[in-house]
């Protein structure tokens, strides 16, 4: 009964976390430029590296320009980004990963040939060779964190899906004479929904983390457009003089991380059914 107890309590405080942080994220990226009223590309020198103040509420940056604004369309940029990601990597993923686990044969062997070919690379080096090729742009890193994590997709699915395809229900459905493009989209895909759930509510702090490594690389959303990795790579030169430039975007982008985990454990608790 403690166990229990301590394990719902657990669940509870995870879930509550987790929500918060994510919402928080979700209501910055698409009110927060109203709710701040302040241009984050307007320059005001005579406050460059100022801390916090009336004027600027979490200092200036080495331009003058405000600290808040910038965080603010930090977030956005984030979130749009890891949105649009986590959609093209799930998409992508899952379409390939029934086909795979689904088919068989032939199909199963080459699809997964070329996605063991991309496994074969770290997702961020794969990311950075994209990159390298593409140019850096918004549409640039969706497209290259997307590739970089469609392979774990492909292999969650494919998982599912094999164990799905020998249930009875399978069986039943092609005794019906139904094809095996309809027992796919209405016996087989429904039952992935929960570990897709589960792997995209991951994957969007993953996305994240990856897109501020990419732009503190110099390879994400081009200047003067804001981002926490960019904040923080700018900002490096001033540590000494001005370490709130390092702190506000690193705090940023820990607690956004540690509430999206939140949330996949808590998500991935309830959608157990052993538990």
Known sequence: MIALALGQSRLKFNAVFGITVTTLLLVTAIAGPWLVGYDPLKLDLPSRLTGPSAR????????????????????RTSAWIAFATVLFALV?????????????????????????????????????????????????????????????????????????REREYVEASR????????????????????????????????????????????LGVPPPAASWGSMLSTARP?????????VLPGLCISITLLGINMLGDAVRDWLDPKL
């Open 56 to 75: 600027h509420l979490l200092g200036a940056d080495e331009f003058g320009r405000d600290v808040l604004s910038r965080l603010v369309n930090g977030a």
């Open 92 to 164: 992508t993923g899952t379409v390939l990963g029934v086909a795979a686990g689904f088919l068989r044969g032939w199909t199963d062997r080459i699809l997964m040939m070329i996605n063991d070919a991309f496994l074969a690379f770290p997702g961020l080096l794969l990311a950075l060779g994209i990159m390298a090729v593409i140019g850096a742009s918004r549409d640039g890193i969706v497209l290259a964190l997307g590739l970089a994590y469609m392979p774990i997709v492909v292999r969650v699915v494919r998982s599912a899906v094999l164990s799905i």
């Open 238 to 246: 001033y540590i000494s003089q001005a370490p709130h430039l390092i």
């Open 175 to 218: 005794v019906m004479g139904n094809s095996e493009f309809i027992t796919m989209a209405r016996h087989v895909l429904p039952n992935c929904v929960a570990p897709i759930i589960v792997l995209a509510t991951t994957m969007f702090g993953w996305v994240i983390l990856s897109e501020s490594a990419l732009s503190f690389l110099g």
